[in-house]
């Protein structure tokens, strides 16, 4: 019996398919590399370039922190994405919760998911400029600012989840607490929102993966501020970077790595949250 | 009767502040664009109202032609390289192949690093790597081949998403049509074209719209691989209308640019709707 199933494996897919893994790890292995060499060992031939380093020194890495001031922005990030992700779980529930309940029956609710969800269409270049010129206006030209457009930016996706993920959870749940004197506020956090995690696991994968990367909404409202997320400060020191490449290739893999061990630590949940945010 | 008070009260209260919001951040800034596409700021200083001038202008602006023509040409190319290739990944990893849930995990790593970062590494890449292998100078630095290497670099990413995608898809064929098909002597390509393709026609249309979109609005990947150059070839809109309304002091002329920018996605996603609905009837 055991024979017969391997022998069902493809092979030659298999191996196809391993191969094609080169154009995925290659661009991985070439940073690695080049950031744990020193500048004297990139001599200009492919080869120079690509071997793999004398010795596995941290020297790049600790001076790529210090220039890029590295702490600084990974604490940036971890703050705008972390709050942006609670929040958006608080909000978007909540608001998924209201409308859904009722966008069948009244038609004020039907009106607020179509307004809210046709923002969907809206791209961020148009909003951009306005956008710069109200957060400065309102004094919140800053992180806070960066984190209420999140939250705008990503509500129409995050109510059509919940407010779809709501149907499959039957109204009678809810009729059960009123009979036990709940209000529906209460009945909301204690019986609904706890039913609904599977989607605020699929919420916060993807809005954690969208804003962490998320590069132009940073670079035009805290621009003025002097604040860097690490994937802006990339942008940021590449005039310091020079032609250091090693330098550079450290402080890359170092914006590259914490979305890495995530990665490998909750592969399943983000590849679930992936496709279940796309394709309801 | 009290509940009911209650019920809709709250039902109100959880959804006014949230609304509210939602207009500040969408809405209101939509409108402002709108207004100021009507005037000649430049972003400081004061500014006259100039009626449809930027809009008349806009249409006969060669940059702005350009930065369509390319930003088209680009999503046109990257959609369907992207599709294709993420269709026969998808395709792959979905048969009955060894070590299948890790080669699918490492398939999806592109997608969950950052675009600006990749661009970097690419940057370097089609810098010295490429050249150094072929003789040849950068492609980067062509202006008839920069667009290319853009389209490589967004698709590297896009198909990690796509093929997940298309994947999950291919995992709602039952098993009983391929036998089913196989006793009527499908095999191969007739196979794939007459049972598997029509059968996940909802996620190709998914993945059609969310890269399509997603190409449209390319920036990263320009600000990390050539900024707009050489000469200006690779200016996607949304890269123009950030360099020359943050800074080159057409605020007024690239908000024209960004409402008509608004249309054409909007008129976008609305004809990719109704073509998909339509397609997806005749089944």
Redesign the interface.
Known sequence: MNVKVKE????P??I???L??I???F??Y??IV?AFKQPSEMT???AG??SLPKSWSLSNFSEAMRVTDFWRSLRNSLLITGVTVVLSIL??S??G???G??KAKKKW?NL?YL??VS????????????????TAQWGIANIIGVI??Y???Y?PMNLMLYSGYLVNIPVALEEAA?VDGA???TT?WKIIFPIMSPMHATVAVITA?SV??D??TPL?IMSGSGLNTL??A??SFQTQFGTN?NL??AS?LL??LP??I??IIC?KQ??NG??NG??K | MKYSNDRQRTFMLMTIPVVLLFFAFNTLPLIKGFIYSFTNFKGYGTYDWVGFRNYIDLFQDARVGKSYLFTLKMAVLATIVTNVVSLILALGLNSKIRFKSALRGMYFIPNILGALVVGYIFNYFFTYILPSLFNTTSILASTTWAWVGIVVVCAWQAIAMNTIIYISGLSTVPEEVYEAGSIDGATGWSKFKNLTFPLIIPFFSINMVLSGKNFLMVFDQIMALTKGGPAQSTESISFLIYNNGMAGGQFGFQSANAVVFFIVIVAFSVAQLRFTSSKEEQL
């Open positions: 069902r494996y493809n092979w897919v298999t196809l398919l391993i094609g893994l154009t995925v790890i661009p991985l070439m940073t080049i200009n031939s492919i370039i690509l909000l978007h909540m608001v919760y209201a409308i309940r009722n609710y607020a307004y809210i923002g969907m269409f809206v791209p961020f270049a148009i909003l951009m400029m306005p956008l710069v010129k109200q209420l457009c939250l705008v930016f509500m009123r209000t529906t506020w909301y993966l962490w990367n590069v132009m035009v994937p802006l990339q942008m490449y550079a290739f890359y914006a590259l979305l890495l995530f990665y592969q983000i590849l992936v496709v796309a394709v």
